[in-house]
């Protein structure tokens, strides 16, 4: 499918730009701005958008475009500093005016041209920009100004090229998502066949492709990922395909009876089941301190799957048939950010679920062009269970991060009772969908007295962590509902023995982490 492709400016915009453009069922590809013109041509793009930036055209060392970019003939649509660099590059005129624009910002549309075609002539839109369009180049129509932005947005039906000075791909942006639509669509004339079915039925014909008849193994984590990524494999290889579950005894409430049962019976998926729970747990006796437990969670995953593995290249040695390939869930954010996210070197994320670098395999990455909501679309499409595929993010190391202290298996069962809880009430109440995650934390170092039937108990906190975020690289507390608080609190001490007293964290991301460990 030929990709719109998102010129990526430097600024945090260009991937939520590409969802944007796939929430539309067109399929986008994030560049980073120093491509040359040939390598544009070499994707041959059906598109491209130039996303906003953090700096001012006329700074020293400012990002720049290939001007042979704009010759292909491609349809080009220009995002805030996208818009100016259009703007430069074509002959008009930018000004450092001091005038700046922050936030929701009124706009008024002139001519809606193609662009903005079928919007009201009054709307908010999300500015973010310093400098200003002062003059559009020779033969381009000006279609929108604001109070202090005479050209807020240009286009040239003839060239195929287009701008705004605002954000359509924030939602703050009233109409965004129809100045998107009507690029992609009446500009570019694209139409809109990225859905989950064509992604299923491409990648499995990939997928089927480049496995051949060879074996292929999988390690599933309980999470969505793995999950979609070996059910499409499945779907492609069939039982080429096995999968290694390595249940370390740290996961919640549930999750690995979803894994063993659910999911096979959804899937028919060959599965090999490892019971780990006590080589987890008497590796982790003694340890309290998180990155140590870190480490040994993730070496003992590691050796496990190792294990596992070993006996299966054994088998299929025996009947000719080795086993070459390793699926892995990378994601599309992955694949951007390679190179480190910013909470490297705060905590190890050495991602149980991930494995060893030097694994004997060619990997199998089917989910490396996907965001996760598509992720979790095409789950929904194959049928899996709705628990795994609406799964909250959940640590590769599971509850030995959430409880702080040392890890025993008194403390998970306890743990385990209330995050079920937890987890129930906010199902009930219909929270899900509007907190990002909500990890349920044990304070096992920590004692303190309370009152509970006719005596004095002496007992743990419970913290409850709901956030609100993104991409988890900033957070905010969820502002719950008291009563649904109230609630939770009442049925966890009531409930959880060992508890009394339950503690909610109103910390943002940063100056905390949204794990306590
Ligand atoms: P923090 O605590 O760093 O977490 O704010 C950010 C996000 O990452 C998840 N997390 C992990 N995920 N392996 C994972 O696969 C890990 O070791 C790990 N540690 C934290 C956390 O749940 C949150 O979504």
Not at 48 to 66: A, M, N, T
Not at 180 to 196: I, V
Not at 217 to 224: D, K, R, T, W, Y
Request: with cysteine; hydrophobic share 40%; aromatic share 6%.
């Amino acid at each position: 499918m030929k990709p719109v492709l998102v010129v990526d400016f430097g600024a945090q915009y260009a991937q939520l730009i590409a969802r944007r453009v796939r929430e539309a069922h067109v399929y986008s590809e994030i560049v980073p701005h120093n491509i040359s013109a040939e390598d544009v041509q070499g994707k041959n793009p059906a598109a491209i958008i130039l996303s906003g930036g953090p700096s001012s055209v006329y700074e020293d060392g400012s990002p720049k475009l290939d001007p042979k970019i704009l010759e292909l003939g491609v349809p080009v649509l220009g995002i805030c500093y996208g818009f100016q660099i259009l703007a430069q590059t074509l002959g008009g005129r930018v000004d450092k005016t001091g005038k700046r624009e922050y936030g929701a910002t009124k706009l008024e549309i002139s001519d809606g041209g193609i662009l903005l075609s079928g919007q009201p002539a009054l709307q908010v839109c999300w500015m973010s920009h310093g400098d200003q369009v002062m003059q559009a180049p020779a033969a381009f129509q000006v279609l929108a100004s604001t109070e202090t932005t005479p050209v807020a947005a240009f286009e040239s039906k003839e060239k195929k090229i287009y701008g705004v000075q605002w954000h359509p791909e924030v939602k703050h942006s009233e109409q965004g998502q129809r100045v998107l639509e009507n690029f992609l669509y009446k500009g570019a004339g694209l139409a809109p066949t990225w859905t989950s079915g064509n992604v299923i039925a491409e990648q499995v014909e990939k997928i089927s492709q480049q496995v051949g008849s060879a074996r292929v193994i999988c390690g599933l984590s309980g999470g969505v990922d793995s999950a979609v990524a070996a059910a499409l494999v499945h779907k492609a290889v069939g039982d080429q395909l096995t999968a290694v579950f390595v249940d370390h005894g740290l996961l919640r409430q549930g999750e690995a009876e979803q894994v063993e049962r659910d999911y096979v019976a959804a899937t028919g998926i060959r599965l090999v089941v490892v019971n780990a729970e006590e080589k987890f747990l008497s590796a982790l006796k003694g340890v309290s301190d998180p990155e140590e437990k870190r480490k040994i969670i993730g070496r003992e995953f590691i050796r496990t799957f190792e294990e596992a593995e070993r006996k299966l290249v054994a088998e299929a040695a025996k009947d000719n048939t080795p086993i070459k390939f390793l699926v892995q869930g990378t994601l599309y954010p992955d694949v951007v950010e390679s190179g480190g996210g910013v909470t490297a070197g705060i905590k190890s994320h050495h991602n149980v679920g991930g494995l060893p670098d030097d694994l004997q395999f060619e990997l199998v990455e089917p989910l490396r062009t996907l965001f996760k909501d598509e992720v979790r679309a095409i789950g929904a499409e194959l049928g899996l269970p709705m628990e795994i595929v609406s799964r909250q993010p959940f640590p590769g190391p599971g509850l030995g991060i959430r409880i702080v202290g040392e890890v025993t298996k008194d403390r998970l069962d306890l743990l385990r009772k209330a995050d079920a809880i937890v987890r129930d009430e906010l199902t009930k109440a219909g929270q899900d969908k509007l907190i990002w995650q909500c990890p349920v934390v044990l304070l096992a170092d920590v004692r303190s007295v309370g009152v509970q039937g006719d005596g004095r108990s002496y007992g743990h906190p419970i913290v409850l962590r709901p956030v609100s975020s993104e991409d988890a690289m900033t957070a905010d507390w969820s502002r719950l509902d008291y009563e649904l608080l109230a609630k939770i609190s009442n049925r966890i001490t009531n409930e959880v023995e060992g508890v009394n007293r339950v503690v909610l964290d109103i910390t943002s991301k940063p100056p905390g982490t949204i794990e306590w460990e």
